[in-house]
């Protein structure tokens, strides 16, 4: 690894001008999905997946991507799942047989701008500037955006490569916030934690550089496998149970399916009433 790139930064990042180090605080990176591309995610994912997942389902479905980034990945996850091929646009009717509404969110908003610009999809996948952290705007905004579906909960929420970066700016009592909040808000949880060794690197670099900004690294008490203690949080605390783990890909890393055990989420009343 090039000394000048920052530890936590994705592979292949060395000599970028665009990763200075100290310059993605909350993993902000510009150009992240060069260096972590969608495919190697969304590859592990079975292209039937909604359709197994909500069988009966006859609404729209919803999703919220946190930490969306400039919206590569949202894309590919929008394609994925609805079998749409590279080649498709906005015009084309979805394969599989179901219809999503995306919410992407993340708090830096020159990369939500350059997702819009970029969104192949623009009627079915929304970007928005949103601090997740920031109760008292995260509140009214999802309720609003839901609200336009007639909805409070979403189908299912993708958190892919974003946990660290809540955890370590916000400490454990934050990413334990942050995971209850998830759960209550979607009835399934697509989940991509990012290692323990990760964390190391990251707040190695920035002390190095004079940054304080993670003086909760060294008092984390939720360390080591952090997949494991993830998953023992959303099981034990947050009513969710695993329905399945994707494998690692090839950066060691394991996507991790959860579904809400809560009578809060109106697809299992849907499916319910449909019976
Ligand atoms: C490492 S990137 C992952 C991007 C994308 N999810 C992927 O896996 O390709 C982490 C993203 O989370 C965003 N993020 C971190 N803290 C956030 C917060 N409190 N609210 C919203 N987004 C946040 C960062 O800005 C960054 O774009």
Request: hydrophobic share 35%.
């Amino acid at each position: 690894r090039n000394a000048s790139a920052p530890a936590w930064a994705p592979p292949g990042a060395e000599g970028s001008p665009a990763l200075e180090p100290g310059a993605a605080p909350y993993g902000n990176f510009p150009n992240y999905s060069r260096f972590h591309p969608p495919e190697g995610r969304v590859s592990l994912l079975p292209g039937g997946l909604l359709r197994s997942l909500f069988p009966a389902a006859a609404r729209p479905l919803l999703g919220l991507d946190v930490g969306c980034n400039s919206g590569e990945l949202s894309v590919a996850l929008y394609r994925h799942l609805l079998g749409l091929q590279e080649s498709e646009g906005s015009l084309d009717q979805p394969a599989a047989g179901k219809d999503l509404n995306l919410l992407c969110c993340d708090i830096d908003p020159v990369l939500i701008e350059r997702a819009q610009q970029c969104s192949p999809f623009p009627a079915s996948i929304s970007f928005a500037n949103l601090d997740i952290m920031d109760s008292s705007v995260r509140e009214p905004f999802l309720s609003s955006y839901l609200g336009r579906f007639g909805r409070s909960t979403f189908d299912i929420g993708f958190c892919m490569s974003v946990t660290m970066w809540i955890h370590l700016n916000h400490g454990d009592s934050g990413l334990l916030e942050f995971l209850s909040f998830l759960s209550s808000l979607c009835q399934y949880l697509l989940i991509e934690p990012q290692p323990w060794k990760c964390y190391r690197a990251a707040a190695r670099r920035l002390r190095k550089l004079g940054r304080n900004d993670f003086d909760h690294f060294r008092s984390l008490a939720i360390n080591g496998d952090m997949a494991a203690r993830i998953t023992q949080i959303l099981t034990k605390d947050c009513a969710m149970e695993l329905v399945c783990c994707f494998g690692s890909t090839s950066w060691d890393r394991s996507l991790l399916l959860f579904k809400s055990n809560s009578s809060n989420h109106e697809g299992r009343e849907s499916s319910e009433q449909e019976q």
